[in-house]
């Protein structure tokens, strides 16, 4: 059975996201999450982009190369999912304190994180 655009549960709530889309898959992606996408992102950095440039400047080489390259597996896998589905991950199994609001939302994350 596949997964629609817009599943919702029997409560019709959006459905959760798969299993795998988490912090133990993706650890360097949670910390970020975790660290700079909190509750209060908007109002210490500007927005989720500029939380990715912050932590970028703060990460070791390392550390920023491998939070990117996670986000690049993160992000092909959540292709198919609804924003609701992603935004779920993020806060619910990843410890983000922001969802994307719009797919625009995380593309812009990504290219920051990825230093474009």
Known sequence: ???AKNEENARGEPAAPPRGLDAGR????AAFF????????AEE????AAAARAFRRDA???EAAQAAAEWG??????VALSLAEIGRAMVERMGSGWAPASRRDLE???RALGGR
């Open 60 to 62: 070791s080489p390392a």
């Open 1 to 3: 059975m596949s997964r």
């Open 108 to 110: 812009r994350l990504g």
């Open 73 to 78: 597996s993160f992000a092909r896998e959540v």
């Open 34 to 41: 975790r660290g700079y996408l909190h509750q209060d992102v």
């Open 26 to 29: 993706f650890p360097a992606l």
């Open 45 to 48: 950095y500007g927005g989720a």
